[in-house]
């Protein structure tokens, strides 16, 4: 059972990892071809707002209708600026390799923190996979490799030379105390699973993913439609 759960625990963990790094990926490419074109249209409807109150002063609809596109837009422009400065961050697309879902799967197994003897243990598990998740979003195979040399040395060698060692259980309770860490885990990763599975933003990027099987790419039509959305924007501003 403790092998099982160990094997099940790095699977759920691997597929939790890709989920949301694909999310990210997704959510900064559809900003970058539909985000920018929503903070256009956003800007030239709050002007259009603005205009039209300054012609009708006194009805006071028309200026809460001005004020909430000006918010609206001004949400818009934060994001487009949020997502510009991402994009200079991000060196490369997520595209995980076998290889490298191979050795996250195997790290998550090994040095996960629901495995730790003790609190120190724990703490320097969680250090480890910490930086292998970082790791894996940035598909960095020798970084990973590294994170394995470390776990590899051993813990007392690598961290623990000068504390002293704690009061162990006896090995039938460690493994069932083992045993209902991982499980809890899995629970919280099953939840989290579902809720990210259940979002907006994971059903539209299903629905790209399923046009695009059928040589559409849904992206590129939204922004189509926005971009048409934009020019009759600007000729009622005009």
């Given at each position: 059972?403790?092998?099982?759960?160990?094997?099940?625990?790095?699977?759920?963990?691997?597929?939790?990892?890709?989920?949301?790094?694909?999310?990210?990926?997704?959510?900064?490419?559809?900003?970058?071809?539909?985000?920018?074109?929503?903070?256009?249209?956003?800007?030239?409807?709050?002007?259009?707002?603005?205009?039209?109150?300054?012609?009708?002063?006194?009805?006071?609809?028309?200026?809460?209708?001005?004020?909430?596109?000006?918010?609206?837009?001004?949400?818009?422009?934060?994001?487009?600026?949020?997502?510009?400065?991402?994009?200079?961050?991000?060196?490369?697309?997520?595209?995980?390799?076998?290889?490298?879902?191979?050795?996250?799967?195997?790290?998550?197994?090994?040095?996960?923190?629901?495995?730790?003897?003790?609190?120190?243990?724990?703490?320097?598990?969680?250090?480890?996979?910490?930086?292998?998740?970082?790791?894996?979003r940035a598909?960095?195979?020798?970084?990973?490799?590294?994170?394995?040399?470390?776990?590899?040395?051993?813990?007392?060698?690598?961290?623990?030379?000068?504390?002293?060692?704690?009061?162990?259980?006896?090995?039938?309770?460690?493994?069932?105390?083992?045993?209902?860490?991982?499980?809890?885990?899995?629970?919280?990763?099953?939840?989290q699973l579902?809720?990210?599975?259940?979002?907006?933003?994971?059903?539209?990027?299903?629905?790209?993913?399923?046009?695009?099987?059928?040589?559409?790419?849904?992206?590129?039509?939204?922004?189509?439609?926005?971009?048409?959305?934009?020019?009759?924007?600007?000729?009622?501003?005009?």
């Amino acid at each position: 059972e403790f092998e099982m759960l160990a094997q099940e625990l790095g699977e759920m963990e691997l597929e939790f990892a890709t989920a949301q790094a694909e999310l990210a990926e997704f959510t900064r490419l559809s900003h970058a071809c539909v985000g920018t074109r929503i903070a256009e249209l956003d800007a030239l409807q709050a002007q259009i707002a603005e205009r039209l109150a300054a012609q009708t002063p006194a009805d006071a609809s028309i200026k809460r209708k001005a004020e909430h596109a000006r918010a609206q837009s001004t949400r818009s422009q934060r994001e487009r600026t949020r997502f510009h400065e991402l994009d200079r961050k991000t060196e490369k697309p997520f595209a995980p390799s076998g290889e490298l879902k191979r050795l996250f799967r195997h790290l998550a197994q090994k040095i996960h923190p629901d495995r730790a003897e003790d609190e120190a243990d724990r703490a320097w598990r969680t250090g480890l996979m910490s930086e292998a998740n970082r790791a894996y979003r940035a598909g960095d195979t020798m970084v990973l490799q590294e994170i394995l040399r470390q776990w590899q040395n051993g813990y007392e060698e690598s961290n623990c030379r000068n504390h002293p060692a704690p009061q162990k259980k006896s090995a039938a309770q460690e493994m069932e105390r083992q045993i209902r860490q991982m499980q809890k885990r899995l629970a919280e990763i099953n939840e989290q699973l579902n809720r990210l599975l259940a979002s907006r933003l994971y059903e539209l990027f299903a629905a790209v993913n399923m046009a695009r099987s059928r040589n559409r790419d849904l992206l590129q039509e939204m922004a189509e439609q926005l971009d048409a959305q934009i020019i009759e924007a600007r000729l009622k501003l005009e």
